[in-house]
């Protein structure tokens, strides 16, 4: 049973566009939420991260959008930049049960394009 | 220069053949993780570890075997029991408390059976 999904497995976009990356959990005993970004054959990187006490944090062209009620989270790139070209997951942890065990999901190949 | 060292990038292996994958950290992270990378399935924990000396079984630990003697390091044994070894391999670090906030991964491990 997949705990943590990300039902598109791609996603292109034009250069200067916003991207949106979607995610959905099933485990209602996380609360804190990340998304990383990898390129090939390299480690992910963290990218930004949301604790379920919050519905929405910023950073810089990154924003990541949490809707409880709807166990659905979505990350935001605006503009998108060629550079921006990654497989992204988006990953989930249970901070209260006091473990750093990190759920991921599949991952979305981002595309853009310029 | 504080970071996770992954050794090395690229291993071939003969089927039967146990092989051994290197992990080491020099940030003083107590917890240490090996995922599993392969094709459209995202990072599948293999084990992971909070402490030295105590290691716990991930999603998909048959045919993995690890030892954590001490702090900086958490090698990895791939061995002849596991059915389908070919994968890129991740291990990472945290510190405790972060709830995967301050995750670093290595650089990965490609593995071929031949």
């Known amino acids: 049973d997949q705990q943590v999904k990300q039902n598109s497995p791609s996603l292109s976009v034009q250069e200067g566009r916003i991207s949106i990356l979607n995610c959905d959990y099933t485990?209602?005993?996380?609360?804190?939420f990340l998304w990383y970004k990898k390129y090939p054959a390299e480690g992910p990187t963290f990218l930004i991260s949301?604790?379920?006490?919050?519905d929405k944090n910023e950073d810089g062209r990154f924003t990541v959008f949490l809707n409880k009620s709807a166990k659905h989270l979505s990350l935001h790139i605006v503009p998108s930049q060629p550079g921006d070209s990654a497989v992204y997951f988006c990953?989930?942890?249970?901070?209260?049960?006091?473990?750093?065990?990190?759920?991921f999901g599949k991952g979305t190949k981002l595309t853009v394009n310029p | 220069d504080g970071g996770i060292t992954q050794s090395p990038k690229y291993l071939f292996r003969k089927e039967g053949q146990n092989v051994t994958l290197s992990c080491e950290q020099n940030?003083?992270?107590?917890?240490m993780y090996w995922y599993r990378q392969d094709p459209g399935q995202g990072l599948r924990l293999i084990y992971y570890?909070?402490?030295?000396?105590?290691?716990q079984k991930g999603d998909i630990a048959e045919g993995y075997s690890v030892s954590r003697e001490k702090k900086e390091s958490f090698p990895l044994t791939v061995t002849s029991a596991q059915k389908n070894p070919t994968a890129f391999y991740l291990c990472?670090?945290?510190?405790?408390?972060?709830?995967?906030?301050?995750?670093?991964f290595g650089s990965g491990t490609r593995l071929t059976v031949v």
């Open positions: 990472a670090s945290s510190p405790t408390g972060t709830g995967g906030y301050g995750y670093t």
């Open positions: 485990n209602s005993m996380f609360d804190y």
């Open positions: 949301i604790s379920s006490i919050k």
């Open positions: 990953a989930a942890s249970p901070l209260q049960g006091g473990s750093e065990k990190l759920v």
């Open positions: 940030l003083n992270h107590d917890a």
């Open positions: 570890s909070q402490i030295v000396n105590d290691f």
